[in-house]
């Protein structure tokens, strides 16, 4: 096995095994953890407290105890995550973080008081109106909630120096993988849609002093071979995220693999810095005012169809794939919209319907399979 | 001399006024804005701005039951069968600008309020997209706690002098702070007597048939900063006061035997089916978590009062606070069941309702069930589902009867 082979597997077998690879954390670090729902909870925050963030995006579980809170149209990330929680897999969390996004985000945090009363929660509101002044200034005043609240849990006070650290650390973070998924678009046989997706997924359940180094020497490793010719189809990958897996599974089968993408889970969480001006907390808030292009944030003007163009352009692409998770509101608006942009531009489209865990996926396997032939004749 | 109306009267001249208004402005090249229900009109109104809602636009095409052609139109065009469907009929409305329900002219602009749900945002966010015109959106942050904080309050006040400055932009016009502190003056005055009204359903029996608050609602939404609005729902509560003076129930060829609470939005296509099987048992609707959301009262010239108050519905409070409100509506209007409407449109009022359901019922005893429906879209209700849930809250109301008669 070679060096960049032992790094995929290291991170496979993390978000294959996400329980087990936090439990070694706390282990080896002897930190607490904070469970982070989707999406731009302020990892920097809970870094600076010295404890770690995890990524809770649900999971595969079958849905028993949460439909005791939410009705069947509910999208398939917060049934799971409500059932985790109430079936004790997040036992080890010395809380957790909702920010409420969308109506189905509001409702989770106000069932979370009652479905698990023994993991603390921490509620918290991203601005809309998130440019002006008043804004910046409001989601500053959130974030020192989450602060003094997490400063409760640990017993200590966070300094502007550990913000400062957590800060620089988490922008390391995010330009190490800004180049990582450059330069894996370069390999798309060594770094498939699929490891790309655990590879990149793994970040959610370790250190990121931990999690750094390794993306950065896998980058450099790939960065020396030379680039793999490919004869497949490249597509840019849209939506919250790219599960169930064995549609990954799917999609390599059919040679697809993603050029680049604007996933929630993914590309989202890095492609925006912070800003350099302000106090630790303001900087943070201008990150979330700087930040454009997704289906949870305010945009008037709906950029994210040029995104896709602007993608598509870039990286060469064949395609844009649309994970549509099931019920999810914000996406599924965004959908006609850029679908008409695309169309117009005639850039071809998989659209998948997908729930995290699906009885059966036949369906999809024929869209895939035909989308390829599509764009092979 | 004018003979006098009655306040149903008024109301039907007084929203095909409302409508012919805004036709007859944008005919006249004047801006039109379209907006959500619960948005802080008074800016609008002090600007003389004619406004639609295309909720109320909606929920009238639903209850003439062609929702489902602008819905197909909408979901041709790739929108989802789980969206809103208040939203669906009015994109798909956009496109075909024809119903039997009434015409509203299409906007120059948009105001947004997510008060009521983050929906909106994206709703709204593609209205202004497909038609190229600016957007005005006032965020409303969720209450995880109790009471509105006062960093949301601060956040709010800055939209609002914020919204100012975009509508002087959008509308070439300076703003008149005098008229504006007139006219929240008349949208508070409105809200009382729009509360007023609606508590009078507290008397036993009720003088008021509650399905007829669906049918105020349209105007509340539309009429709250006109004078209009305030003399039709001060003329509604007198009307009632009246009635219950006189102890006259809801219905002349029948009696109030038991006295429910729904929850959530009507079912337009089906509001005729859905009433008569409750008044076929005796079955007023004395009250609803939904109308209490327009009373927004707050002291003229107060800001933070308005930002405090336009935060502070139901659908932007907590859980907590929404249990509460139920279990003081049950006090308050002597009530003997809740029907919950689990609206297929809309999760922000679902999402809750199970917990909610199980935290009054613990706390009042009373028995309420939950029915499948939609606002709007017709094929997302099944009556034969509804009978039977009425069916089986009559049971359990009629035996919470006898057993509270055998213990007096
Ligand atoms: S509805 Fe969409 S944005 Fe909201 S929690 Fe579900 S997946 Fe996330
Ligand atoms: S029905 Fe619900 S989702 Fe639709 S606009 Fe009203 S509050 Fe929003």
């Not at chain 1, 993306?215 to 995220?241: D, Q, S």
């Not at chain 2, 819905?71 to 669906?88: F, H, K, M, Q, V």
């Not at chain 2, 729904?262 to 296509?269: E, K, M, S, T, V």
Request: hydrophobic share 40%; with cysteine; aromatic share 10%.
């Amino acid at each position: 096995m070679n060096r960049i082979e032992e790094i995929i597997a290291i991170m496979e077998d993390v978000s294959r095994y996400p329980a087990k690879a936090i439990r070694e954390s706390m282990e080896e670090t002897g930190k607490e953890v904070i469970g982070c729902f989707p999406l731009y909870t302020p990892e920097e925050i809970v870094y600076a407290a010295g404890m770690i963030p995890v990524g809770l995006w649900g999971g595969q579980k079958e849905i028993k105890k949460a439909d005791k809170y939410l009705q069947s149209f509910c999208c398939s990330i917060m049934k799971e995550n409500m059932e985790h929680g109430m079936e004790g897999s997040y036992e080890f969390l010395s809380a957790i973080i909702i920010p409420a996004y969308c109506d189905t985000l509001k409702c989770v945090c106000e069932n979370w008081k009652a479905a698990v009363p023994d993991i603390p929660l921490i509620a918290m509101v991203y601005p809309q109106n998130r440019k002006i002044t008043a804004g910046v200034e409001y989601l500053v005043n959130e974030y020192k909630r989450v602060k003094d609240e997490l400063e409760k849990i640990s017993g200590k006070k966070i300094t502007e120096k550990e913000l400062e650290e957590s800060i620089d650390l988490y922008e390391e973070y995010r330009k190490t993988m800004s180049q990582f998924v450059a330069i894996a678009s370069k390999y798309p046989r060594t770094i498939d849609a699929k490891k790309r997706h655990s590879i990149i997924k793994a970040a959610y359940f370790t250190d990121k002093k931990w999690y750094i180094p390794l993306i950065k020497e896998l980058t450099t490793e790939l960065n020396m071979l030379p680039e793999e010719a490919f004869n497949g189809i490249k597509v840019i990958a849209t939506g919250i995220l790219a599960e169930p897996e064995v549609l990954l599974d799917t999609l390599v089968q059919n040679n697809i693999t993603f050029a680049a993408d604007d996933l929630a889970h993914e590309s989202r969480q890095f492609r925006t810095g912070v800003s350099n001006s302000g106090t630790p907390l303001e900087r943070l808030a201008l990150r979330i005012a700087g930040n454009q292009k997704c289906a949870l944030l305010y945009d008037e003007e709906k950029t994210r169809g040029q995104l896709l163009l602007d993608l598509v352009k870039e990286y060469k692409a064949d395609g844009v794939v649309v994970f549509m998770m099931k019920f999810c509101d914000p996406e599924e608006f965004d959908y006609p919209i850029y679908k008409k942009e695309l169309e117009a531009a005639k850039i071809p489209m998989l659209y998948l319907e997908i729930e995290q865990k699906m009885d059966s996926v036949e369906q999809i396997r024929t869209r895939i399979q035909s989308f390829k032939e599509m764009l092979t004749v | 001399m004018k003979e006098s109306k009655t306040s149903k009267q008024l109301l039907q001249e007084l929203l095909n006024q409302h409508y012919e208004e805004a036709l007859e402005a944008k005919k006249s090249g004047e801006l039109v804005a379209w907006s959500t229900s619960i948005a802080p009109q008074e800016f609008l109104e002090t600007m003389d701005i004619k406004v639609v809602y295309p909720e109320n636009h909606a929920a009238a095409i639903g209850a003439r039951k062609c929702a489902q052609e602008f819905i197909d139109n909408s979901e041709a065009r790739g929108y989802s069968i789980d969206l809103c469907s208040y939203a669906r009929v009015n994109i798909g409305y956009m496109d075909i600008k024809e119903s039997v329900a009434g015409n509203i002219p299409m906007p120059d602009f948009i105001f947004c309020c997510n008060n009521i749900c983050n929906t909106v945002i994206k709703w709204y966010e593609n209205i202004a997209k497909e038609l190229h015109i600016p957007m005005i959106l006032f965020d409303l942050p969720f209450n995880h706690t109790y009471e509105v904080p006062d960093h949301s309050v601060k956040y709010i006040r800055g939209q609002f002098e914020n919204a100012i400055v975009q509508l002087e932009e959008i509308s070439g016009k300076k703003f008149d702070y005098d008229r504006f502190k007139e006219v929240m003056k008349i949208s508070s005055e409105t809200a009382k007597w729009w509360k007023q009204a609606s508590n009078e359903a507290a008397a036993r029996p009720s003088p008021l048939n509650g399905f007829d608050l669906f049918n105020y609602m349209a105007t509340i939404v539309c009429m709250r900063g006109k004078k209009e609005g305030l003399n039709l729902f001060k003329l509604w509560a007198e009307e009632l006061h009246d009635k219950a003076k006189r102890k006259e129930g809801p219905w002349k060829d029948a009696e109030e035997k038991y006295r429910v609470m729904w929850d959530g939005i009507a079912c337009w296509p089906y509001l005729s089916d859905t009433y008569k099987v409750l008044k076929k048992n005796g079955i007023n609707m004395v009250t609803s978590t939904y109308p209490d959301s327009w009373s927004i009262i707050y002291d003229s010239n107060d800001l933070d009062g308005m930002a405090r108050a336009y935060s502070s519905n139901y659908a932007n409070r907590n859980l907590e606070f929404g249990a509460d409100n139920i279990v003081k509506l049950v006090e308050d209007f002597s009530l003997d069941g809740i029907i919950f409407h689990s609206n297929r449109s809309c999760k922000l009022m679902d999402f809750r309702q199970y917990e909610v359901q199980r935290k009054v019922s613990r706390r009042t005893g009373i028995p309420s069930v939950i029915f499948d429906g939609d606002q709007t879209d017709p094929r997302a209700f099944s009556l034969a589902q509804y009978e039977t849930r009425i069916q089986a809250l009559v049971e359990m109301m009629e035996q919470k009867k006898k057993e509270r008669a055998n213990r007096e």
